[in-house]
């Protein structure tokens, strides 16, 4: 007896690698994790070949390639638990029946836009054109039959992800005219989870699998009701998934927009990757000089766990295996030091205003602005 069926929306090879992963090593390890069936709703053609493969049901490789408290790690991991593929334009009717009858779960990583809605939406079953649009449809479907409620994980990396699609759900049923008793349906009986999800995926296997780092990380945000798909190391369900996501934002993020300051100010070469350039001796010194001094130490009340995670955060720089091109990560260089260094210096000062951060200012200037 499984904890119910999993739809999953999105064929990414970031899914494959993330949750499907988790997903799959719980069940091996004799959780009752229901069965994923990977639902794709582009229509391209790499998303329809997705689909073809998953429709054999058969396990496919993951291969974990990167760094572990400083070790080289590269082994193969075999995924199983996807068992089916479908179109949700080929196949509307057997996700419609599915959807309604046997589902307890959705995930969804539709990308960055993936919550948009075009200017005059139609949340139906034959006229949907956005994922928001189908999801309302199928969730009328499941109301309209006298099912119960969903809990909803969208990974979308979508600041509060469950509570924005809840909103836009909610709105399409509005404007659909669908009903007060579906709208009060999806408020009272549906569990729409904030989530934040982190794994650099880094290359395809085909048809399906990919390469990923050994980090990762699903962080859901708890909630009244909330029984998650699966219990999993990588798994954390947190009080405060703002924590969470400040840890990444102000030590990952800002870590990679250090590093491509230095490259930028020193004219390094052009192809230069983060595992080259956090080699170098003195930019790695003062990258960890600006951190353990001055970024670390503004999250107090949880100087542990975030030294834990910059050392994390350090290997995940030097993984030998990955071709991350300083040149992308500079790409929007202004915006990016608003956001993250701009950012941290006015979380920081909130709780202490005032606080001067000497070496981060020698880096960025305009920051000794900030409040």
């Known amino acids: 007896m499984t904890n119910g069926t999993i739809i999953q929306f999105g064929t990414s090879r970031f ?4 949750a499907d992963l988790m997903l799959s090593e719980a069940r091996e390890a004799g959780q009752p994790v229901g069965a994923v069936h990977v639902v794709e709703t582009t229509g391209s053609p790499a998303s329809r070949a997705r689909i073809e493969a998953f429709k054999a049901g058969q396990p496919y490789p993951v291969r974990i390639r990167g ?5 080289p790690v590269d082994v193969e991991r075999r995924v199983s638990g996807v068992v089916d593929g479908l179109s949700a334009r080929a196949d509307i009717a057997r996700l419609r029946d599915l959807f309604v009858g046997e589902a307890t779960f959705v995930l969804s990583n539709t990308g960055d836009r993936g919550f948009d809605c075009p200017e005059n939406p139609v949340p139906s079953l034959e006229a949907w054109t956005s994922f928001p649009e189908l999801l ?14 969903l809990t909803i994980l969208p990974c979308e990396l979508v600041e509060k992800n469950g509570a924005r699609l809840q909103a836009v ?12 008793d579906f709208i009060a349906w999806l408020a009272r009986d549906c569990i729409w989870v904030n989530s934040l999800v982190d794994r650099i995926v880094s290359a395809p296997i085909e048809p399906i699998g990919a390469i990923a780092e050994p980090y990762a990380l699903w962080a859901i945000e708890q909630r009244s009701g909330l029984i998650p798909p699966a219990i999993h190391p990588d798994i954390q369900i947190v009080d405060d998934l703002g924590f969470i996501e400040r840890r990444k934002l102000f030590l990952l993020n800002l870590g990679h927009t250090l590093l491509a300051e230095q ?3 020193l004219g390094r070469p052009a192809g230069e990757t983060v595992g080259e350039i956090i080699a170098d001796p003195a930019i ?14 503004a999250f107090a009340d949880h100087g542990e766990d975030v030294s834990g995670y910059w050392r994390t955060c350090l290997d995940r720089f030097g993984n030998p295996f990955l071709d991350h091109r300083i040149a992308d990560i500079a790409q929007n260089h202004a915006a990016k030091i608003d956001r993250r260094a701009g950012g941290f210096v006015r979380w920081a000062r909130q709780a202490q205003p005032g606080r001067a951060f000497p070496k981060l200012e020698a880096v960025f200037p305009e920051l000794a602005c900030a409040s």
């Open 15 to 18: 899914l494959q690698a993330h």
């Open 169 to 180: 759900v909610d709105q399409l049923a509005r404007q659909g005219g669908l009903g007060e």
């Open 136 to 149: 309302t449809a199928l969730l009328h479907a499941r109301f309209s039959a006298g099912a119960g409620g």
């Open 67 to 71: 760094l572990v408290d400083g070790r």
């Open 284 to 297: 790695r010194a003062a990258l960890e000089s600006i951190m353990v001094e001055e970024v670390i130490p």
């Open 263 to 265: 490259w930028r100010s």
